[in-house]
């Protein structure tokens, strides 16, 4: 069966020029993969080829061709062969892109060649052999919950399965290789100085992209060994290393040392190449969970940046750049800008009712809301007082009138004088008495509506005289008062138009003018604001179904300055904290 499938992949590599390496992997039902044919025959396929058949046989890639790595310049195209609703395994092939004719040529000739291998395939589905290292291996990264202990343990396993005396684990590093964990205390990883030759080990394969294997065997194909050989240091010991892959990209690197030039078969190899193709992506995930926002980010930009550095045209490039050109167009576009801020409704002008004098309320015939006509008798003041003060001047009134008909009787000159500026005075008290009683019953002095002093829960309590009892405005009369923050008056200027939103009813929008700024800031809410003066525009319909505006309430604001640039928009009033702060700091 194996020798069918070499056969087929033989046979179908001969037929598309250009064709560097290809490989048949099959899926065990332990969940993990078996090689069932590689071209060359006898060789070793690329770690690219290897990882491209493996995500495809997960499921991580679609029939599609990867496009070339930092490592390999060559198209690397991956097939799934499926059987049935599931796939069985995958196909691999890296080819020549100056060579081949076309991707689509290559695609056209791979796809019905497929359907050959299907029984024999289906007579091929056998458990993988390192099924239950890979599931050692895999516990042993799931039980520990640090990245640093799980790459210790996962070291100590690989260095008891393979009878090695040291396995060094490393990770990339802005371009470099630094040793992570080391099997069985085989050292501190805190001098990195130590680790120089390991570390340099590790750069020798990931450079090259493959396992790089120390002695070479002599049927092997020539690798650069040069950092292996230092690291041996002509000892009687077999060097190993193998790239980590996640992703599609190498990671870092394992590097096994085992007693003896020939400790490492072909077999043993392959397995470890398998092991590490399948857990490298579990010891990455472990190692990214713990990373923090910043580095995840940093991380991503980098990825990112890298897929804009490949020649060609990407994905990423197309849509990178409609994105830098939304971004410019919206940062240059003009647009209207409008100033925003809290604002609420006043009577155009308002007249305070206020207590003529000392008393008590006695009736209140409207509250805050209510229209009003004009010598509409708003308040009563309690009247007792002056009634009785009004009776006592008239009693003293007609007393004198009495004296001074006496005294024109008898002729009495000097009486009849006295009597008269008696009444007289009876006369001018008794007037301003009649006065108070008038005042006691405060009116409407227009048309309008009371907007405050809500007094019918306070009968019978006492007032004093100036005391502030209602406020009346007239209707239909208003004027929109905005608060408008000290970091935008300078857009402000007289005629600008805006709009108001009442907080009642935001649908139902009032334009306004600005007729008068206040020069002078006020503190309202811990904000340093200027009160801005709107007029509401007349001779518009309302709208059907439009709430009315009424003294005293709220809503936002916006007044309409002109185009700006989005940008500025944006960015404006962090440009001017900078200013101000590079000032305090004395720039």
């Known amino acids: 069966m194996e020798s069918s499938v070499q056969d087929w992949l033989s046979e179908q590599c001969g037929k598309i020029p250009g064709v560097r390496n290809a490989l048949v992997l099959l899926g065990a039902r332990t969940g993990q993969s078996l090689p069932a044919a590689v071209?060359?025959?006898?060789?070793?396929?690329p770690i690219e080829v290897y990882a491209a058949a493996r995500d495809t046989l997960l499921g991580k890639l679609p029939i599609q061709r990867v496009s070339p790595s930092a490592t390999s310049q060559h198209h690397i195209f991956s097939i799934p062969i499926r059987l049935g609703d599931r796939a069985s395994g995958a196909l691999a092939i890296a080819v020549d892109p100056a060579e081949s004719p076309s991707d689509e040529f290559v695609l056209g000739k791979l796809r019905p060649a497929i359907t050959q291998?299907?029984?024999?395939?289906?007579?091929?589905?056998?458990?993988?052999?390192?099924?239950?290292e890979a599931l050692r291996l895999t516990a042993t990264i799931l039980s520990h919950a640090r990245f640093d202990q799980a790459c210790t343990a996962f070291a100590n396993e690989v260095a008891a399965i393979f009878h090695c005396h040291r396995v060094s684990i490393g990770l990339a590093r802005e371009g470099s290789m630094a040793v992570a964990a080391l099997s069985h205390g085989s050292g501190s990883i805190s001098n990195s100085e130590a680790f120089a030759e390991i570390e340099a080990a590790m750069e020798e394969a990931v450079d090259q992209g493959v396992a790089v294997l120390y002695p070479l065997p002599q049927d092997a194909k020539a690798r650069i060994v040069l950092a292996h050989a230092i690291l041996a240091r002509g000892a009687q010991e077999s060097i190993l290393t193998v790239p980590l892959v996640a992703d599609g990209?190498?990671?870092?690197?394992?590097?096994?040392?085992?007693?003896?030039?020939?400790?490492?078969?072909?077999?043993?190899?392959?397995?470890?190449?398998h092991l590490i193709g399948l857990l490298a992506p579990l010891l990455m995930l472990k190692k990214r969970a713990e990373e923090t926002a910043w580095q995840r980010s940093r991380r991503e930009m980098s990825r990112l940046w890298g897929q804009l550095r490949v020649p060609g045209i990407n994905r990423v490039k197309l849509v990178g750049t409609a994105l830098a050109s939304m971004l410019l167009l919206l940062t240059v576009m003009p647009v209207p800008h409008r100033v925003t801020a809290p604002a609420r409704v006043e009577g155009e002008v308002q007249r305070v009712l206020a207590a003529p004098s000392d008393g008590f309320l006695q009736q209140v015939h409207v509250r805050p809301g209510d229209e009003v006509k004009q010598e509409q008798v708003l308040i009563?003041?309690?009247?007792?007082?002056?009634?009785?003060?009004?009776?006592?001047?008239?009693?003293?009134?007609?007393?004198?009138?009495?004296?001074y008909g006496a005294a024109m009787s008898k002729g009495d000159r000097t009486q009849l004088a006295i009597s008269m500026a008696r009444q007289l005075e009876a006369q001018a008290q008794l007037g301003l008495v009649q006065q108070q009683l008038e005042r006691s019953r405060l009116a409407a002095p227009f048309d309008g509506i009371v907007t405050e002093g809500d007094l019918a829960q306070s009968l019978g309590s006492p007032v004093k005289k100036g005391q502030v009892l209602m406020t009346v405005a007239p209707r239909d009369r208003y004027r929109i008062v905005v608060e408008v923050d000290e970091s935008d008056i300078a857009h402000v200027l007289n005629g600008q138009p805006g709009s108001l939103a009442?907080?009642?009813?935001?649908?139902?929008a009032q334009a306004f003018v600005v007729s008068r700024i206040t020069l002078v800031a006020t503190v309202i809410d811990t904000r340093n604001v200027f009160e801005v003066e709107g007029t509401i525009e007349t001779g518009k319909p309302a709208r059907a179904g439009a709430i009315a505006l009424r003294p005293g309430m709220k809503g936002i604001a916006k007044i309409s300055i002109g185009y700006q640039p989005l940008?500025?928009?944006?960015?404006?009033?962090?440009?001017?904290?900078?200013?101000?702060s590079f000032w305090r700091w004395g720039g």
């Open 39 to 45: 071209w060359p025959a006898d060789s070793r396929p």
């Open 117 to 132: 291998l299907y029984p024999i395939i289906g007579a091929l589905q056998v458990a993988s052999p390192g099924s239950s």
């Open 249 to 273: 990209e190498i990671v870092g690197a394992i590097t096994l040392e085992g007693p003896g030039e020939a400790a490492f078969n072909d077999d043993e190899q392959i397995l470890l190449e």
């Open 380 to 403: 009563e003041l309690a009247q007792q007082e002056l009634l009785l003060e009004q009776r006592k001047w008239q009693s003293e009134m007609a007393q004198h009138e009495n004296a």
């Open 502 to 508: 009442p907080t009642a009813r935001p649908g139902d």
């Open 567 to 580: 940008g500025w928009i944006f960015f404006h009033r962090l440009a001017n904290w900078l200013r101000l």
